[in-house]
């Protein structure tokens, strides 16, 4: 008998204060499920970063603290070296994660930190209202690039989950979306194997979630969901590092 | 009973067994001149106890990485040098905010900009009112010997603790640098259990959560008011030095290396008769305002007050402050990296002393 479809017990009961079609709220709520699966909300400490999520610990039910915009993998870091027991994890938007604080999420990732980190790419600075990060897509329309993105005056968006997956000290780099039931399963296997990658000791976990920003994009929300399709001609879906499959099987 | 061990040691050196004293438990840090033996002895002594030392990739990274450890409760500690300190000051803020007890050193060398690897006392300003955006403070302590610089390192970590605030150990580089002799006493340094509020995982407890973002006005407005009378809480922290005799007409107010040359020259010319005081604030903030005014409005004769500094003048706006307008403060500035001697104090002493002395004819 199939199980009926429950609230995750490491999801607070807060409603969601996120734009309608955002899909910040399908993330969080993978992410708990992860968290209850694993057995680790008891075990976790998470780092809530500067964007439209920032407000993450009125959402997961673990021990949280907020980090400086672009900091997060900095103070996981430091989390997790004082308390090696605990499950630390950061989640981040991408502007967060790959343009204030790449250089943090970049060392962070090279050193191997025992961390995971959740990256929600939805193109956009949400949160400001809208101005263009460093993975909006080329021709992409945003408030500070009125034109679309010009990549000869703006240059290229970095592809994060292909830049992290050549480090040694990455174990898990995968992209994935929210906007299909299969891709939703696969998003949240996925973190479970990022959030592995840590409980295994085997390095930095990380998954980069395309995302939709309705009200940034200047979509209704199903146009908005449509949308990624777009976005995945440019970010191509998939699992670009896994040490943790390879690792799960020899043990059996 | 065991003697404590007398060694001969530099500031840098001496803060580092400070904070070994007070069983520091992570380092994290970048290279700057002139406070890299700090991160160099750390990463010899730290693994050994069992503790933790990572090079940061920034100073950016470095403040962050104590955020993340402050948090779970450990005792945890950064330094740097002026440059690396201005980096940081975005997360002074945030941990002033979020409660997290931080300790940071301050090897202090000459600015502004890149400036020079001199000694400097360039950054008072930054660690008392200006190292980082919004209204909290820092607890400033300002050693000025390597035995103090022990003494206090270690006391940072319990006033850390016990305000849940970050506390910074300010030092000029000569200081750091100098080597001279330190007793490694066994020390008392309380500690305040952080199970009562740290992130450990919530195992048998609801879970915790540490945000500085209040969108409610009445909210932030609350949050600042909580700090605010932490910070008039932590007034009692004051600790100074003064040598103060019925009849003294200059008072000569230093802090850190400058106050050592200051006592040297009241000293002698006490020796030979003239009649000077001496004042050295420790706590830079908490500055020793009230003691400070109350030696002026005391004074039998009216006081005049020099202040050196290492730098173009910047303790001397809180000595004024202190003193209400009730005593002439006559501002000596050395820019960094000229360090004045003795001799030069006492000129300027002397000078402060004949000007007095025509006045009341
Ligand atoms: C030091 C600093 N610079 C700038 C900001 C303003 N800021 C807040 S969130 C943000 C960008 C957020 O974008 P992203 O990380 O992509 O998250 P999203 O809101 O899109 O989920 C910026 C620039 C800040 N809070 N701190
Ligand atoms: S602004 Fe965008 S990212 Fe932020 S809540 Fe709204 S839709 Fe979501
Ligand atoms: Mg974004």
Same mark, same amino acid.
């Given at each position: 008998?199939?199980?009926?479809?429950?609230?995750?017990?490491?999801?607070?009961?807060?409603?969601?204060?996120?734009?309608?079609?955002?899909?910040?709220?399908?993330?969080?709520?993978?992410?708990?499920?992860?968290?209850?699966?694993?057995?680790?909300?008891?075990?976790?400490?998470?780092?809530?970063?500067?964007?439209?999520?920032?407000?993450?610990?009125?959402?997961?039910?673990?021990?949280?603290?907020?980090?400086?915009?672009?900091?997060?993998?900095?103070?996981?870091?430091?989390?997790?070296?004082?308390?090696?027991?605990? !499950?630390?994890?950061?989640?981040?938007?991408?502007?967060?994660?790959?343009?204030?604080?790449?250089?943090?999420?970049?060392?962070?990732?090279?050193?191997?930190?025992?961390?995971?980190?959740?990256?929600?790419?939805?193109?956009?600075?949400?949160?400001?209202?809208?101005?263009?990060?460093?993975? &909006?897509?080329?021709?992409?329309?945003?408030? &500070?690039?009125?034109?679309?993105?010009?990549?000869?005056?703006?240059?290229?968006?970095?592809?994060?989950?292909?830049?992290?997956?050549?480090?040694?000290?990455?174990?898990?780099?995968?992209?994935?979306?929210?906007?299909?039931?299969?891709?939703?399963?696969?998003?949240?296997?996925?973190?479970?194997?990022?959030?592995?990658?840590?409980?295994?000791?085997?390095?930095?976990?990380? #998954?980069?979630?395309?995302? &939709?920003?309705?009200?940034?994009?200047? !979509?209704?929300? #199903?146009?908005?969901?449509?949308?990624?399709?777009?976005?995945?001609?440019?970010?191509?879906?998939?699992?670009?590092?896994?040490?943790?499959?390879?690792?799960?099987?020899?043990?059996? | 009973?065991?003697?404590?061990?007398?060694?001969?040691?530099?500031?840098?050196?001496?803060?580092?067994?400070?904070? *070994?004293?007070?069983?520091?438990?992570?380092?994290?840090?970048?290279?700057?001149?002139?406070?890299?033996?700090?991160?160099?002895?750390?990463?010899?002594?730290?693994?050994?106890?069992?503790?933790?030392?990572?090079?940061?990739?920034?100073? *950016?990274?470095? @403040?962050?990485?104590?955020?993340?450890?402050?948090?779970?409760?450990?005792?945890?500690?950064? $330094?740097?040098?002026?440059?690396? @300190?201005?980096?940081?000051? +975005?997360?002074?803020?945030?941990?002033?905010?979020? +409660?997290?007890?931080?300790?940071?050193?301050?090897?202090?060398?000459?600015?502004?900009?890149?400036?020079?690897?001199?000694?400097?006392?360039?950054? =008072?300003?930054?660690?008392?009112?200006? $190292?980082?955006?919004?209204?909290?403070?820092?607890?400033?302590?300002?050693?000025?010997?390597?035995?103090?610089?022990?003494?206090?390192?270690?006391?940072?970590?319990?006033?850390?603790?016990?305000? %849940?605030?970050?506390?910074?150990?300010? *030092?000029?580089? @000569?200081?750091?640098?100098?080597?001279?002799?330190?007793?490694?006493?066994?020390?008392?340094?309380?500690?305040?259990?952080?199970?009562?509020?740290?992130?450990?995982?919530?195992?048998?407890?609801?879970?915790?959560?540490? %945000? $500085?973002?209040?969108?409610?006005?009445?909210?932030?407005?609350?949050?600042?008011?909580?700090?605010?009378?932490?910070?008039?809480?932590?007034?009692?922290?004051? %600790? =100074?030095?003064?040598? @103060?005799?019925?009849?003294?007409?200059?008072?000569?107010?230093?802090?850190?290396?400058?106050?050592?040359?200051?006592?040297?020259?009241?000293?002698?010319?006490?020796?030979?008769?003239?009649?000077?005081? =001496?004042?050295?604030?420790?706590?830079?903030?908490?500055?020793?305002?009230?003691?400070?005014?109350?030696?002026?409005?005391?004074?039998?004769?009216?006081?005049?007050?020099?202040?050196?500094?290492?730098?173009?003048?910047?303790?001397? +706006?809180?000595?004024?402050?202190?003193?209400?307008?009730?005593?002439?403060?006559?501002?000596?500035?050395?820019?960094?990296?000229?360090?004045?001697?003795?001799?030069?104090?006492?000129?300027?002493?002397?000078?402060?002393?004949?000007?007095?002395?025509?006045?009341?004819?």
């Amino acid at each position: 008998m199939s199980k009926p479809f429950q609230v995750p017990k490491s999801l607070k009961k807060n409603p969601f204060h996120y734009c309608p079609g955002c899909q910040h709220g399908v993330a969080h709520r993978l992410v708990c499920e992860v968290i209850d699966e694993l057995g680790i909300q008891d075990k976790s400490l998470a780092i809530s970063s500067i964007g439209c999520s920032v407000f993450l610990y009125f959402y997961i039910d673990v021990d949280m603290t907020e980090a400086p915009h672009g900091r997060a993998c900095a103070a996981a870091t430091g989390a997790k070296r004082a308390r090696p027991d605990l !499950m630390v994890f950061t989640y981040q938007g991408d502007g967060d994660f790959a343009a204030i604080g790449f250089n943090e999420s970049f060392q962070a990732a090279a050193r191997g930190e025992k961390i995971t980190s959740i990256m929600i790419n939805n193109n956009i600075y949400g949160m400001t209202g809208g101005q263009a990060s460093p993975t &909006t897509l080329p021709g992409q329309k945003t408030t &500070t690039t009125p034109a679309g993105r010009d990549p000869e005056t703006f240059g290229y968006p970095p592809k994060i989950a292909e830049i992290l997956a050549t480090l040694e000290g990455v174990a898990y780099s995968a992209r994935v979306a929210l906007n299909s039931p299969k891709r939703i399963v696969e998003a949240k296997k996925a973190i479970k194997n990022a959030f592995l990658a840590q409980i295994k000791n085997l390095g930095f976990g990380f #998954v980069e979630i395309l995302s &939709t920003c309705p009200i940034n994009w200047k !979509m209704d929300p #199903v146009s908005a969901v449509k949308a990624v399709d777009k976005v995945i001609e440019y970010f191509p879906l998939g699992i670009f590092k896994d040490k943790v499959t390879p690792f799960l099987k020899n043990l059996k | 009973m065991k003697k404590d061990k007398k060694i001969l040691a530099k500031g840098v050196e001496a803060i580092v067994f400070g904070a *070994l004293e007070a069983e520091c438990k992570c380092y994290f840090g970048y290279p700057i001149t002139p406070q890299n033996d700090i991160p160099e002895l750390m990463s010899r002594e730290l693994p050994k106890r069992g503790g933790v030392f990572l090079q940061a990739e920034s100073e *950016l990274a470095a @403040i962050n990485m104590i955020l993340g450890a402050c948090a779970t409760g450990a005792r945890a500690m950064t $330094s740097s040098s002026s440059p690396g @300190i201005s980096l940081m000051c +975005e997360s002074f803020s945030y941990l002033a905010a979020l +409660e997290f007890p931080a300790v940071v050193v301050n090897v202090m060398r000459g600015g502004p900009g890149l400036g020079g690897i001199e000694t400097s006392q360039g950054d =008072y300003f930054q660690a008392t009112k200006g $190292s980082g955006h919004g209204d909290f403070r820092f607890l400033v302590l300002a050693p000025s010997n390597a035995q103090e610089a022990y003494e206090l390192t270690a006391k940072a970590f319990e006033l850390a603790e016990k305000y %849940r605030n970050p506390v910074m150990v300010l *030092l000029d580089a @000569i200081l750091g640098q100098m080597k001279e002799p330190l007793v490694l006493k066994k020390l008392k340094i309380k500690k305040y259990p952080p199970e009562t509020w740290a992130l450990t995982g919530a195992k048998g407890r609801n879970s915790r959560f540490f %945000r $500085s973002l209040f969108l409610d006005a009445e909210e932030l407005k609350q949050h600042n008011l909580k700090l605010m009378k932490k910070y008039q809480s932590m007034q009692k922290e004051i %600790r =100074y030095e003064a040598k @103060i005799e019925e009849g003294d007409m200059v008072l000569v107010v230093a802090f850190g290396s400058m106050a050592r040359l200051a006592n040297e020259a009241i000293e002698d010319l006490r020796n030979k008769g003239y009649q000077v005081g =001496y004042f050295r604030p420790i706590t830079l903030y908490p500055f020793p305002y009230k003691p400070l005014k109350e030696i002026v409005t005391q004074a039998k004769k009216p006081l005049k007050i020099l202040v050196p500094e290492q730098n173009c003048g910047q303790m001397v +706006e809180d000595v004024k402050l202190a003193v209400e307008g009730k005593a002439e403060v006559i501002s000596l500035p050395y820019p960094p990296s000229v360090v004045p001697f003795p001799e030069d104090l006492k000129k300027e002493i002397k000078k402060c002393l004949n000007l007095s002395k025509s006045r009341k004819v």
